[in-house]
C-alpha cells in the first residue's frame, strides 16, 4: 500500500510563485510514475503533469512552460513547482502514483487572486 502526503499549497497573488511537494511511503518502486492532477469547483478535473522514473515529463496544454514536474528518487517525493500562477489555477491539487493501484494523496489547496 503506497501513502501520499502533499504540503506546498496557499494563497497567492497572480504572478507568484508556489512549490508543491508530495512525499510517498509504503510500496514504493522506483520505476513507477507519479504526477498530479487538479479539480477546480465546477470544473472537470485535469491531469496536469507526470513524470516517470527516468525523468520524461508530459504537461497539460494549459500550464505547459509555467509548471516544472521533478522527483527525487531517493526521497520517493514528488514536486510541482508552479510560477506565473493564474487566477484559472486554483485549484485542489492531488498528487497521483501508478504502481499496482493507482494511489491519490488527499490534495492541498492552491487559490490565485488576481
Known amino acids: 500500500q503506497v501513502q501520499l502526503v502533499e504540503s506546498g499549497g496557499g494563497l497567492v497573488q497572480a504572478g507568484a510563485s508556489l512549490r508543491l511537494s508530495c512525499a510517498a511511503s509504503g510500496s514504493i518502486r522506483s520505476n513507477n510514475a507519479m504526477g498530479w492532477h487538479r479539480q477546480a469547483p465546477g470544473k472537470q478535473r485535469e491531469l496536469v503533469a507526470t513524470?516517470?522514473?527516468?525523468?520524461?515529463?508530459n504537461y497539460a496544454s494549459s500550464v505547459k512552460g509555467r509548471f516544472t514536474i521533478s522527483r527525487d528518487n531517493a526521497k520517493n517525493t514528488v514536486y510541482l513547482q508552479m510560477n506565473s500562477l493564474k487566477p484559472e489555477d486554483t485549484a485542489v491539487y492531488y498528487c497521483v502514483h501508478w504502481g499496482t493501484l493507482e494511489t491519490w494523496g488527499q490534495g492541498t489547496q492552491v487559490t490565485v487572486s488576481s
Open positions: 513524470i516517470t522514473s527516468g525523468g520524461s515529463t
